[in-house]
Structure formats: C-alpha cells, structure tokens
C-alpha cells in the first residue's frame, strides 16, 4: 500500500531543500523516448524505460549537456513529471522506469511530492512507477541514496540499479540496499555468448540475486546469441536493439522474431 508524504514528511527540512524550491528555471525543452523492456518467458512486454531526447529526438548527451549545478533539481523534478504525463497519454499499461538522479534529491519526502502530483494529476498509478539509478554516478553520499531507495519503497514505488557492474559502489551498495531490480550493464552483456569471463560474472550475479530475491535484467542486447546465453543462465527480464529501439514520443513495439 503507497504512502502520500505528509506534513509531518518535511517539518525538518534540510538546508538543500531551501536551494531547491528556489532552483532556477531550466531554459531548455526535452522529451522521452520509450524503451521496451521485455519478460521473455511471457513474450510480453514488462516496462517501458523513459529516456531524455531533445525536442526532435536529438540524443540524451543533448540535454544532458545542458543539465548544470544551477538546474539539477529543477531538471530531475521536470523528468519525473515529463515521463509520467508521456506515459499516460501514451496510454502505456505497463511498468515505466525512471532514471533519477540521487544527487538532486536533498530529502526524499519533500522532493517525491511532484511525482505523486503529476501521477495522480494524469491517473498514472504510482505502483506502476519504477525508480532507477545509475550505479555508474559518483554519488556523493551513497547512506543517502541508500535512504532515497528506502522512502521511495515506502511509498510503494519499485526501484532498480541501472549499470550494475560499471560503477563505484557495485556489490557493497547491493549489501545496504536490495532494490527489486538489478539491470546488468551492457558492456558485460556484449558479446557474453563468446566470453567465459563475462559469462562468469554474470552466473555470479544471478546466484547472488537469487539469493536476495532480485530481479535482473539484462540490457544492451542485440544479438540472438546474448539472448539464448542470458536466458540459459537465468535471466528473464532483457532490454536491447534486438527487441525494440527507444521510440520517441511512442509506445515501442516488439519485433515478433526476437521472441525464438
């Protein structure tokens, strides 16, 4: 059952949350492109991911490269509510993951109130709402994300490690937090069919999940040979090219031949 901040969620606020209401205005525009991710043993689709593309579907750097101290916070509250709208006109019935960045948000419950707005204001479920973070990100304070991941499931929100593998906190961050998704980064799934290495270390993180009841996901995929390794080691969830490419401003559909 979700939890709606309270009053009593943001009584003591931080020093940061002042800064925040008081962030400058972006002065850039964005959209989303929408990503499949599929769960292969029921050939269906499981979430879609919400990437940032610029106005004409210009590439995430693109607006990325504008995003500055000045403006985080304004930017990270501005894709939430952007990604939620673009779902529900979209009329998007599964999961939607959203990539957050932990170095934006200075307390949890204060800065979730735009999410639980823009997802009742558009009839977007929040329990259909998952939260991703880049592992990849040097975050400054890693007890703080730990504790962003843990109020956001409080409020019955999913979560996910993106870039599993590829960044700075890696296994100790996992032993703090168990999100409900892990997403094996694509650099470990490229080409695994033919790499013992890589095919280790991802049977590694398997058992280990399995051990926590985490879900995996591998993306990145585009080949039929990644896709037949991963699934032989017990992956069900998968994201890639071989599937679907981001569709801008769309509901992306699955090509039927990447289900063999």
Same mark, same amino acid.
């Given at each position: 059952?979700?939890?709606t901040? %309270?009053?009593?969620?943001t009584? +003591? ?10 962030? *400058?205005?972006l002065?850039?525009?964005?959209f989303?492109? =929408? ?5 292969l ?17 210009? *590439?995430? =750097? *693109? ?7 000045a403006?985080?916070? %304004?930017?990270d +509250?501005?894709?939430r ?15 939607l ?9 200075? +307390?949890p ?14 009839? &977007? ?19 703080h ?9 409080r &409020? ?8 599993f593998?590829?960044? =700075?906190?890696?296994? $100790?961050?996992?032993?703090?937090y ?10 470990l799934?490229?080409?695994?069919? %033919? $790499? ?6 991802i ?11 985490v ?12 896709r037949?390794f ?5 992956i069900?969830?998968?994201?890639? =090219? ?19």
């Open positions: 059952m979700s939890l901040p %309270s009053s009593n969620d009584t +003591q606020a931080v020093p940061g949350c002042v800064q925040c209401k008081q962030a *400058s205005e002065g850039f525009d964005f989303f492109a =929408y990503q499949p991710i599929v769960e043993s029921q050939r269906a689709i499981y979430a879609h991911e919400a990437l940032v593309r610029g106005p004409n579907g210009e *590439s995430a =750097y *693109s607006v990325l490269s504008q995003v500055t101290e403006n985080r916070y %304004s930017f +509250q501005a894709c509510v952007q990604a939620i709208r673009g779902a529900a006109a979209l009329g998007m019935k599964e999961l993951s959203i990539n957050f960045l932990p170095n934006a948000v200075y +307390q419950a204060a800065c979730i109130r735009s999410t639980f707005d823009a997802a009742r204001r558009y009839q &977007f479920p929040i329990e259909q709402i998952i939260f991703e973070v880049t592992e990849g990100e040097q975050v400054q304070d890693r007890p994300l730990v504790n962003i991941f843990r109020e956001y499931r &409020f019955g929100f999913r979560t996910a490690i993106d870039d593998g590829a960044g =700075y906190a890696g296994l $100790n961050l996992l032993s703090e168990q999100p409900d998704i892990i997403k094996i980064d694509m650099d799934v490229r080409g695994v069919d %033919s $790499n013992l290495a890589k095919q280790a270390i049977k590694g993180i398997v058992a280990i999940c399995a051990e926590l009841n879900r995996v996901l591998a993306e990145g995929i585009e080949t039929v040979a990644e037949d991963l699934r032989g080691a017990g069900d969830l998968m994201q890639g =090219y071989l599937f679907c490419r981001p569709a801008f401003r769309a509901i992306g559909v699955v090509d039927p031949a990447s289900w063999a």
